[in-house]
């Protein structure tokens, strides 16, 4: 008797291997090695299973004992770019915005964002007196937040979206008759605030809560009317402190710290007289340190508090002419070093501007040698970053000409720009697409 | 773009999507891998947590940072004393933690409070408090408490970042403290002591839940989104306590419930909080063997029990194996059962199958994987490659935002699943099937099989498809004696017809292909036959 046997359900009943081969059915199958039913445009027959294929081009040690993925932003292909004000010196205002490298090597004059706020527009109480060029700006949560020149309004250059947003300007202070607030420095509060401190006249300033979130501004120590300007401001065990930078000799600069929701700022120090610009202070070894610019016939000088309060001078330059300044400080990655800049005018040692340092904050020693001339003697904040590279801006107080950017690597410093470039201010790294 | 966490040999990688491992992720001070154990992780907040591998839980942050998961408090209470002249008056009383902020300031790790300290009392005071450094290099912050005047509620007081000094001297008034008490949600995360560990993590209803090394059968919880912070009586003990050495074998957290298995029963926490999180029963007598088997998909639990693979979800407990392929897990002839627990799973979204990876019979690696048609019921498999020895798979999400299945080798790669080369990195993929035996209905009467025809995807180069048939008696479910002709296919033809295949009372076919980047697709055959008798 005839017969034929039909099979066009091939494994789509899969692989039995429980009842024997002569009682399965047409579709089932007794072994399906590296067989795919693919229901996208062939169910019905078998066919090879799709292939595997490297991941990862170079091959990694070992096992593989785990994977996880995370569909979040990755940045691992982000390149870091470091960014520098571009200063016009006074001079006309071009297109240029800021100095820009991603080795911190090879610098070029870029134009995103806008024209950050320029080292002449803060007027002689800073920009052109002592240590212009002092006032630091910040990244944070990976937004680059800097003031514009145009109208002193507060920037943020988005680094993932590559992008720059105008988002306020700063109110007059209401102290004040004459409106001319600028933003002096922007400084890391935590993961939600920045401190923003201004410059509302010759002689007065305030510091700002600002909610990067919701975009709040709340001033602290309303009560307080500052004295001076008000420059980089910083948290240490839990308080805000700043110190003044007055715009005319004489007088020791102030020290003050307060607290959100406090009303006034308390006065923590009035250094002694002549000591009358603080550039910045920095936490080191658990205590906090002032660079310390000066008048006529003084020392640039270092100050340190310590754990019971008291100031007491930790380092001094030797000259004695105006705008003699022990200052901007910084500490290395580890921790285990201080770093100031330093600048003698009149009566001191060769060079005339060098880079010091000390590791017990008592003891100070030349780092590095910048030289005598006007091109040098100012430093903005330095740019310590994540692989524990130091970055100097240094340049002229007057405007910015003839400066340079020094590069500190594993203990040896590399002038990586040093020509007629203009620039001012601080140095920042931002994480952005290539 | 999705990134991901890798574990190889002793390191930890943060992979791209095209596959850039970069360098080996830097793991804090004195902790290392144990290459005898695959990483498990977890991810909450956009945090990566690995356990069971490394000595100690790892937290691995968006940039690649990887910190302890968490801390032990400090030992000793900090110890207050009247400072100088201030403004506070009245009795305080403070404890403290170690903490690790991120460059951004956030908390990203705190550990439990410190005991409290002895009462000191001010007029019109600072208050000043001696406290500890902490021990771990990654600590950069104490965080201070303090009661408010003659208070009993400790409130967060100051931060002092670094882990430099050990005394500070503060006057912020009560008005200015945290208006939220102290947290009361910290707790080291089992395996913070040194020498324990944490062997099972899964993130359920934004806490993550694990269990320890030591305590096998008590199950522990984190705080609310808090990967860090593990209080000591967020644990439920699960019964039976003490029974055997695995305790709790898996985790199996879904839309509403979280399943715990040990190897012989399983239980599912039900509830909203801690205090009202509460284990219910699901099934005795079944459980988990491979806490690497287990894969949610769809709100349905898949995982590896002693005799088969089962599903847990709306319809209960249920064995997905038993009826086709119970064999294979009951019998020593495909697998190689003493490793079951080794066995681990991954999903396959594109063919909506579970593919659960075990070792051949006779073999100690995990050399074998079988999957699973979750929306057809069937099996296929075993499935095998030549080109390297899996030791770990799961799911990555590829440059275009799919998900794509993945296998990591004992060769430093991780191999991307679903390629339409139809090859694993050059090797060639061995297709096998081998069909039922065919006997017409008829197993006691001789047949002549005649001429074989199979149909076939149309592919661009021939390949070496062979067919090999076998005709013979039929006894005890398969041919014996039989006799062997084996056909070779083109498959740049639709259709192939063959010469008879030849006498006997069941017949049996067998496809193979085994060639490089060539694709096989048999949609069918047929096979004429004619009943010669009965002898």
């Keep these: 008797m005839p017969g034929k046997i039909n099979v066009y359900n091939l494994g789509s009943k899969g692989v039995n291997v429980v009842k024997s081969p002569v009682h399965l059915d047409d579709g089932e199958l007794t072994k399906a090695q590296n067989v795919q039913m693919d229901a996208v445009g062939s169910l019905g027959g078998i066919r090879k299973r799709d292939g595997m294929a490297r991941l990862n081009s170079s091959v990694m040690t070992g096992s593989g004992k785990g994977i996880i993925s995370l569909p979040l932003p990755d940045r691992s292909s982000y390149v870091r770019r470091f960014f520098v004000p571009y200063d016009y010196g006074g001079g006309a205002i071009g297109s240029n915005t800021f100095w820009e490298s991603t080795d911190g090597t090879t610098w070029t004059a870029g134009t995103r964002g806008v024209v950050p706020q320029q080292l002449a527009d803060y007027g002689a109480s800073l920009g052109n007196g002592l240590g212009g060029g002092i006032w630091r700006w910040c990244v944070h949560r990976n937004r680059f937040y800097y003031p514009a020149n145009s109208d002193g309004a507060l920037h943020v250059y988005d680094g993932d979206e ?273 | 773009m999705a990134y991901y966490i890798v574990s190889f040999g002793s390191s930890l990688y943060k992979m791209t999507t095209a596959g850039a491992p970069g360098t080996a992720l830097t793991l804090p001070t004195n902790v290392t891998l144990n290459t005898g154990r695959v990483a498990r992780m977890a991810v909450l907040g956009r945090t990566v947590v690995v356990v069971n591998q490394p000595l100690r839980g790892l937290a691995i942050d968006a940039d690649g940072v990887v910190r302890p998961m968490g801390l032990l408090p400090p030992t000793s209470a900090p110890i207050l004393s009247v400072g100088a002249a201030g403004s506070l008056s009245g009795t305080f009383r403070a404890k403290y933690s170690f903490a690790i902020k991120d460059s951004d300031g956030n908390i990203v790790s705190e550990s439990p409070l410190s005991p409290q300290s002895s009462t000191v009392t001010l007029t019109s005071d600072l208050l000043t408090a001696k406290f500890e450094k902490s021990t771990e290099s990654q600590v950069n912050c104490r965080r201070l408490y303090r009661t408010i005047t003659n208070g009993s509620t400790f409130f967060p007081w100051l931060d002092v970042d670094g882990n430099t000094i050990t005394q500070i001297s503060d006057d912020l008034s009560d008005t200015l403290l945290d208006d939220i008490a102290a947290p009361d949600e910290l707790g080291p995360p089992p395996g913070t002591m040194p020498g324990t560990y944490l062997s099972l993590i899964a993130e359920w209803k934004g806490r993550l839940w694990g269990v320890g090394n030591i305590d096998v059968d008590t199950l522990r919880w984190s705080g609310a989104n808090l990967l860090y912070a593990w209080p000591t009586d967020y644990s439920l003990d699960i019964s039976p306590i003490g029974a055997d050495q695995f305790g709790i074998t898996g985790l199996i957290p879904r839309r509403d419930e979280l399943a715990v298995c040990k190897r012989n029963i399983i239980w599912k926490i039900v509830g909203e909080d801690p205090d009202s999180f509460e284990p219910i029963k699901v099934v005795e007598g079944k459980g988990c063997y491979a806490p690497d088997s287990i894969k949610v998909i769809r709100d349905i639990g898949y995982f590896l029990g002693e005799d088969g693979v089962y599903s847990w979800g709306p319809s209960g407990v249920q064995c997905i194996s038993d009826e086709k392929v119970r064999a294979w897990f009951t019998t020593d002839t495909y697998f190689n059962r003493e490793k079951f627990p080794d066995a681990f799973a991954k999903y396959n979204a594109r063919y909506h199958s579970y593919e659960l990876h075990l070792a051949a019979a006779g073999s100690s690696s995990i050399d074998r994987w079988v999957s699973y048609d979750i929306q057809s019921g069937q099996w296929y498999g075993p499935h095998k490659t030549d080109a390297f020895t899996p030791t770990f798979a ?94 070779y296919a083109m498959l740049r033809s639709a259709r192939q017809r063959f010469t008879r295949v030849g006498p006997g009372r069941g017949l049996q076919l067998t496809f193979a292909e085994s060639t490089v980047n060539q694709g096989c697709e048999i949609h069918g055959y047929e096979i004429p036959f004619h009943e010669l008798g009965r002898r």
């Design chain 1, 162 to 434: 590559d992008t720059d947003y105008r988002l306020f300007k700063v109110p007059d202070n209401p102290r004040d008759g004459t409106p001319i607030t600028k933003i002096l420095s922007i400084v890391p509060y935590s993961s939600a605030y920045l401190l923003i401190s201004t410059r509302d006249s010759t002689s007065r300033g305030r510091v700002f809560l600002f909610d990067v979130a919701n975009g709040t501004l709340e001033q602290l120590g309303p009560e307080t009317d500052l004295p001076y300007l008000p420059i980089n401001p910083l948290v240490f065990q839990g308080r805000v402190f700043v110190g003044m930078y007055h715009g005319a000799g004489g007088s020791g600069a102030e020290v003050y710290y307060c607290r959100p929701g406090d009303a006034s700022w308390t006065l923590d120090e009035t250094l002694s007289s002549a000591r009358g610009y603080i550039y910045n202070m920095v936490p080191f070894l658990g205590e906090l340190y002032a660079g310390v610019g000066v008048d006529v016939g003084s020392n640039g000088v270092v100050m340190k508090r310590d754990k019971d309060t008291a100031w007491a001078a930790a380092a001094t330059s030797d000259g004695t002419g105006a705008g003699n300044h022990y200052g901007p400080m910084a500490v290395s990655q580890d921790g285990l070093t201080i770093y100031g800049f330093r600048n003698s005018v009149s009566g001191g040692a060769a060079p005339t501007n060098r880079i010091m340092k000390s590791t017990d904050g008592a003891s100070w020693s030349q780092d590095y040698d910048a030289g005598s001339g006007s091109g040098t003697s100012n430093c903005g904040i330095p740019w310590v970053d994540t692989n524990g590279d130091m970055y100097w801006v240094m340049f002229s107080a007057s405007g910015a000409n003839n400066g340079r950017i020094v590069k500190q690597s594993g203990g040896s410093y590399t002038v990586v720009k040093n020509d007629s470039a203009n620039f001012a201010g601080p140095i920042v790294a931002l994480s952005m697409p290539a």
């Design chain 2, 394 to 487: 799961g799911e990555i999400v590829d440059g275009d935002g799919l998900a794509v299945p993945v296998t990591l080798g004992s060769d430093g790669y991780v191999y991307l699943g679903n390629q339409t080369t139809i090859a694993d990195q050059g090797t060639a993929i061995a297709l096998e099937a081998i069909t039922k035996v065919h006997t017409g209905d008829t197993p006691d009467i001789t047949k002549h099989f005649g001429e074989l025809a199979v149909i076939n995807k149309v592919e661009t180069t021939d390949g070496a498809l062979t067919i090999a048939t076998e005709c013979g008696d039929v006894s005890e479910g398969s041919l014996n004696p039989r006799t062997e002709k084996t056909f």
